[in-house]
């Protein structure tokens, strides 16, 4: 590992490019002591309202706690949630000015229900349709004159509409002719549309289906990794496992296998963004995928000890990289 105060200082000079799916993250905790007599759900007594930046915007949390910088796109709409959202980003100082709205859509937010710290129902307000061609052509040209700044690219779908088949293979394609990294968080069946992309990170559950694996066998990760390795022609394959923690594979053959590292598990809620904007921006810095897959492994086990959408932080990081080291 190197010098953990060197690394910091690489952090801080690295340029990512978020393109994904940005969504408000909306809060209601309160608490329950009875059930509902109209039907056999929990009566939740509100105490308090919060509110979070979510989706891609999240991965750009992550990576500005970690201080490094980001550039942020994704589609919003012309709505009072949109205006939250930006607020939300300026606070986190991250830029809101990349946002597209759009007055087709509305800004997706996910209101969450927690009682207890424990969530009791999460409800969707979004537009999930396909972006047009025709939109797709005016937003490309705001993301390349983004490519010039950037040193690496993180795509975050969250399977909201806008990161279309022949956008993601214009994007990829444009990474691969400016020789630039590009990382990818997937999200549904079909991988055919982050071909050659650098690496993906998807979970067990998505790695498995997007092969048409069953997920009960033994040695469905293992498989799993080295289908997506070749039916896509990627660098690497990082499965995220949750209490097993990850595993990576790289298309040299090797496999690297890295044990979980939570203490106490309170909310996986946003993990695999931290996972992914730590990744971007430790191999920005010039890390290899297998150190920065050990650094991300341990921000992730740090974000889940937390409740509610959470970012990782510097002072996080490098306390448990020094105390791993000490």
Same mark, same amino acid.
């Not at 709409?77 to 509305?106: C, F, H, M, V, W």
């Not at 999200?187 to 690496?199: C, E, H, I, P, R």
């Not at 033994?218 to 949750?242: M, N, P, W, Y």
């Not at 790289?250 to 993990?271: C, H, K, M, P």
């Given at each position: 590992?190197?010098?953990?105060?060197?690394l910091?200082?690489k952090?801080?000079?690295? /340029?990512?490019?978020? +393109?994904?799916?940005?969504?408000?993250?909306?809060?209601?905790?309160?608490?329950?002591?009875?059930?509902?007599?109209?039907?056999?759900?929990? +009566?939740?007594?509100?105490?308090? $309202?919060? +509110?979070?930046?979510?989706?891609?915007?999240?991965?750009?949390?992550?990576v500005?706690?970690?201080?490094?910088?980001?550039? *942020?796109?994704?589609?919003?709409?012309?709505?009072?949630?949109?205006?939250?959202?930006?607020?939300?980003?300026?606070?986190?100082?991250?830029?809101?000015d990349?946002?597209?709205?759009?007055?087709?859509?509305?800004?997706?937010?996910?209101?969450?229900?927690?009682?207890h710290?424990?969530?009791?129902?999460?409800?969707?307000?979004?537009?999930?349709?396909?972006?047009?061609?025709?939109?797709?052509?005016?937003?490309?040209?705001?993301?390349?004159?983004?490519?010039?700044?950037?040193?690496? +690219?993180?795509?975050?779908?969250?399977?909201?509409?806008?990161? $279309?088949?022949?956008?993601?293979?214009?994007?990829?394609?444009?990474?691969?002719?400016? /020789?630039?990294?590009? *990382?990818?968080?997937? /999200?549904?069946?079909?991988?055919?549309?982050?071909?050659?992309?650098?690496?993906?990170?998807?979970?067990?559950?998505?790695?498995?289906?997007?092969?048409?694996?069953?997920?009960?066998?033994?040695?469905?990760?293992?498989?799993?990794?080295?289908?997506?390795?070749? /039916?896509?022609?990627?660098?690497?394959?990082?499965?995220?496992?949750?209490?097993?923690?990850?595993?990576?594979?790289?298309?040299?053959?090797e496999?690297?296998?890295?044990?979980?590292?939570?203490?106490?598990?309170?909310?996986?809620?946003?993990?695999?963004?931290?996972?992914?904007?730590?990744?971007?921006?430790?191999?920005?810095?010039?890390?290899?995928?297998?150190?920065?897959?050990?650094?991300?492994?341990?921000?992730?086990?740090?974000?889940?000890?937390?409740?509610? $959408?959470?970012?990782?932080?510097?002072?996080?990081?490098?306390?448990?990289?020094?105390?791993?080291?000490?």
């Amino acid at each position: 590992m190197h010098n953990i105060k060197e690394l910091i200082e690489k952090f801080s000079r690295v /340029k990512v490019l978020i +393109v994904g799916d940005v969504m408000l993250d909306r809060y209601w905790w309160g608490s329950v002591s009875r059930i509902s007599p109209e039907a056999p759900v929990p +009566v939740v007594k509100l105490e308090r $309202t919060s +509110v979070a930046a979510g989706g891609a915007a999240n991965v750009a949390a992550n990576v500005v706690g970690l201080g490094a910088e980001t550039f *942020l796109v994704g589609l919003i709409g012309t709505d009072a949630e949109a205006r939250n959202l930006s607020e939300l980003l300026t606070d986190s100082k991250i830029s809101p000015d990349y946002l597209i709205p759009l007055k087709t859509r509305q800004t997706s937010v996910k209101t969450r229900i927690i009682a207890h710290s424990q969530q009791v129902v999460r409800v969707d307000d979004e537009n999930i349709a396909p972006i047009s061609v025709f939109e797709a052509e005016n937003i490309f040209p705001s993301i390349e004159k983004l490519f010039v700044e950037s040193d690496i +690219v993180i795509v975050s779908d969250y399977a909201k509409g806008f990161l $279309t088949e022949n956008f993601l293979s214009r994007l990829i394609t444009k990474c691969a002719s400016e /020789k630039k990294k590009i *990382l990818v968080d997937p /999200k549904g069946k079909d991988y055919s549309k982050y071909k050659s992309a650098t690496l993906l990170t998807p979970n067990r559950k998505e790695a498995t289906e997007a092969c048409g694996f069953e997920d009960f066998e033994d040695d469905v990760v293992e498989r799993a990794g080295k289908t997506l390795l070749e /039916k896509f022609s990627t660098d690497s394959v990082l499965i995220t496992q949750g209490e097993k923690g990850m595993t990576l594979f790289q298309n040299d053959g090797e496999i690297y296998s890295f044990e979980a590292l939570a203490r106490n598990v309170y909310d996986v809620t946003g993990a695999g963004d931290t996972v992914i904007a730590t990744l971007a921006v430790a191999i920005g810095a010039g890390l290899n995928f297998f150190e920065a897959a050990r650094i991300a492994n341990i921000a992730a086990g740090l974000v889940v000890e937390q409740i509610g $959408t959470t970012a990782i932080s510097l002072k996080m990081l490098e306390d448990a990289l020094t105390e791993k080291h000490s």
